[in-house]
C-alpha cells in the first residue's frame, strides 16, 4: 500500500491530491492512507498536508527504498524483484542464498551498509552507510560456464555509462572489474556463479560503488575514491542505481540474444584504463609482464609478452595489475 501511495504521489508530484481521491482509487480507508503518509514523512519525504485539499509530494529523498525503485523501474524488462536492507553482511551472499532458493532472473539486492562485504580471492570490500551503494543482481542466462566472465565486462560497461551520465564525470574500465576515475577506484565488481559443467544455474553480480563517501580507511585512502569527492558535490545514489539497472538490461540482453558482445566491448575499450598500458598478469603459475593491446570481440584482453608475442587473457583467470598504480 504504501508503495501505491508514493507512486500517486509521484505522478502528482507538486500538486494536492485529496485523501478521500486516494482512499477512494485505492480501496482502504483515509485513516489508513493517513498512517502511510506518517510513514513516507519519517522515511524523509516532503509531503505538505493541508485539509481539504489533501496531500502535495513537495521533495524526496536521496533514499533507496524498495518501493522507489519498483516505481521507478516498473517498465524495466528486467527488474523481477527487489529486496532492501538496512544492514546486511553481503548482499552477494544473500543473493546466493535467494538464487539457490528458486529466486529469478531480475532480483535485485540492495543493501544501505555490508558488515562483510566482499571483494575478489577473500578480499575486504568496504560498504559505509548511507554513502556507498552495495548490490547484486541475480542473473540465470542460458550460456555456457565460460561465457560468464563477460557478464562482468556487460556490467562494467553499464556502470561506467550509469555514473557518467548521472555525475558527468570522466570515467575509466580497468578490464575487467574495477571502475576508475582520476586513476583511483571509485567502483568494483564482483561475480560468482553456481554452475555444473555445461550448465549455469546461477549468476550473481555484485556492485560496490563509493559514492558520498568523505573519508576512507588508511588501508586504501591511496588506492580509492568516492563521486563526491571527484564532483565536488554529493551524488544521489538511486539515480546510480536506476541507470545501472536500465544500461545494464540493454547491454545483456543484447548479448544474450544475439550472442554478441559487441557493444559492451565497444565501451570498455572506449573507456578503458588498460590499453596501451604495461601490465602485470598474475594467474596461479606464474606472472607475466606485458603490454594490453587490445580487447577482442570475446572481451578477452590481448597483450603482447616481451617476446612479441600476443596472447589472450580470459577476465576470471587471472590478475591483471597496472606497474605504475591503476
Ligand atoms: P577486489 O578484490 O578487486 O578489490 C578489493 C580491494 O579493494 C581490497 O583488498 C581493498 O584494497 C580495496 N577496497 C576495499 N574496499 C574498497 C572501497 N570501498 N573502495 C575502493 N577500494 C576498496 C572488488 O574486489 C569487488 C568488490 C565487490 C563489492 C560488491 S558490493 C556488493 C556485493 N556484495 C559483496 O560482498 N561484494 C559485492
Known sequence: MKKEILEILKNNKNSFISGEELSNKLGVTRTAIWKYINILKEEGYKIESISRKGYKLVEEPDI???EELLIELK??????DIYYFDKVDSTNSFAK????EGAKEGTIILSNEQTGGRGRLGRVWISPPCSSISMSLILKPSIRPWDAAKITEITAAAVAIAIEKVTNLDVNIKWPNDIIIQNKKVCGILTEMGAELDNINYVIVGI??????DEFPDEIKEVATSLKKVAGKEISRKEIVINIVREFEKLYYNFIETGSLKETVEICK???ATLGKTVKIINKSETIIAEAV???DEGELLVRKENGEIISVISGEVSVRGINGY
Open 75 to 80: 517498465l524495466s524488462r528486467f527488474v523481477d
Open 294 to 296: 587490445d580487447i577482442n
Open 208 to 213: 560496490g560503488i563509493n559514492v558520498n563517501i
Open 270 to 272: 572506449r573507456k578503458s
Open 64 to 66: 533507496l527504498s524498495r
Open 97 to 100: 542464498k535467494l538464487a539457490l
